[in-house]
Structures are given as structure tokens and as C-alpha cells.
Antibody, heavy 123, light 114 residues
């Protein structure tokens, strides 16, 4: 079955960096666009980043643009999110999610999710 | 950006009773080729990741009980739980995927047992 597992979260000081990873199984990663979505404490879900199935297109929320980078390694079934210049408001559970639309030029909705990895930005 | 507004923010329902959650988008989510509404609903239980419930506004995802149903078109949508079960206690979110990026969610509706 489809599985996604995130790792790489932790506690980091403001201005610091982290690299989140998401390993997938149960489907052919190169056929799917992938997203990162986060949920801050006491807040709702916030979409963070999307990478198209072929890697040619990447989109970011305005709140992270220029600081976060999404990438993929299809040969190792992995998705990454590099977080730089971290701020306290980036504190959240970060989820990797598969897009429903295989071979899609645009993303649709999120049909499978990982359990998440916690990022805490604090001095 | 499309703003998604859910109502109410929270509701308490007796077991076996129905629950209705509303979601309003700032622009129409109806895409004429195919006449599909680009709206999804998710359920997030405490300590768990979100789970897809409904997509295309009214199509239930695989394995979702038929007590969950979605309706609406254009800018106004509804998630209905016909007979609330204890395991339905969760936060529910609507999400639009028509005018992207960004993909945007409603603020969430917390459903509890009365």
C-alpha cells in the first residue's frame, strides 16, 4: 500500500537550517507530484510547497518563498524540503503528501499523507 | 489568493445525530470543462495526519463510510455527517485546488460529542 514517512525534524535556533526527508513506497514516485503541508500549534493546515512529477515546476507559499526549497530523488523514492533562515513562526508539524493527479501538469488534492515530522524553531 | 471560510469553527453533536459543516470560497471553484468543482474535504484526528474524505466536492475517497457526504457548487459547499459516531471526533478542513498556487484550506471545524 502507499506509504510516506518523513524525517529530519528537530529543534533549531532562529536563522538556522534543516533538511526534511520523505521516503515513499507502494507507488511509482516519478509519476506523481508531491507536496509539503504544515500545521502550526493551534493553527490549521497550510500548504508549503509542490514539485511536479517531472520536477520541471516547483511552487511555494509566499510565507516560505526564497527560504525553503523542495526537491526530489526518484531513484531513491525520496522527496526533500530544505528549510533556511528559519523563524519561530515556522514551528509546525510538516507533512509530505502525494498529489492525486499522476502525470499532472498541475496539482490537485492530497490523497496520501505521511505521519509528519516536527520542526521547532526556538532560541 | 483564494480564501476559504468554514462555518462554524466548532460544533458539538450528540451521537447518532447529524452534523453539517459549511465552506465558502472567495471565487468559484467550478471549472466548466467537465463541470467539476475543485474542492476537497479532509478529516484530521488528534495525533494523526489528515485523511482525504471527499474530492470533486462530492466523491467519497476509497474506504470512507457513506455517512460522510459532500455537496455544493461554485462558491458554497457542505460536508454532512449523517449519523455522528465517536470515531468522527476530529477537525475537518475544506481545500480548493482550482486556483493554484497556492493550494488553500479553510481554517478548520472542530467536531465534538455533545
Amino acid at each position: 500500500q502507499v506509504q510516506l514517512e518523513e524525517s529530519g525534524g528537530g529543534v533549531v535556533q532562529p536563522g538556522g537550517s534543516l533538511r526534511l526527508s520523505c521516503v515513499v513506497s507502494g507507488f511509482t514516485l516519478r509519476n506523481y507530484g508531491m507536496h509539503w503541508v504544515r500545521r502550526a500549534p493551534g493553527k490549521g493546515l497550510e500548504w508549503v510547497a509542490f514539485i511536479r512529477y517531472d520536477g520541471w515546476s516547483r511552487d511555494y507559499a509566499d510565507s516560505v518563498k526564497g527560504r525553503f526549497t523542495i526537491s526530489r530523488d526518484d531513484s531513491n523514492n525520496m522527496i526533500f524540503l530544505e528549510l533556511h533562515s528559519l523563524r519561530p513562526e515556522d514551528t509546525a508539524m510538516y507533512y509530505c503528501a502525494r498529489d492525486f493527479n499522476d502525470f499532472g501538469a498541475k496539482g490537485y488534492f492530497f490523497d496520501s499523507w505521511g505521519q509528519g515530522t516536527q520542526v521547532i524553531v526556538s532560541s | 489568493d483564494i480564501v476559504m471560510t468554514q462555518s462554524p469553527d466548532s460544533l458539538a453533536v450528540s451521537l447518532g445525530e447529524g452534523a453539517t459543516i459549511n465552506c465558502k470560497s472567495s471565487q468559484s471553484l467550478l471549472y466548466s470543462p467537465g463541470d467539476k468543482n475543485y474542492l476537497a474535504w479532509y478529516q484530521q484526528k488528534p495525533g494523526q495526519p489528515p485523511k482525504l474524505l471527499i474530492y470533486w466536492a462530492s466523491t467519497r475517497a476509497s474506504g470512507v463510510p457513506d455517512r460522510f457526504s459532500g455537496s455544493g457548487s461554485g462558491t458554497d459547499f457542505t460536508l454532512t455527517i449523517s449519523s455522528l459516531q465517536a470515531e468522527d471526533v476530529a477537525v475537518y478542513y475544506c481545500q480548493q485546488y482550482h486556483h493554484t498556487p497556492p493550494w488553500t484550506f479553510g481554517q478548520g471545524t472542530r467536531v465534538e460529542i455533545k
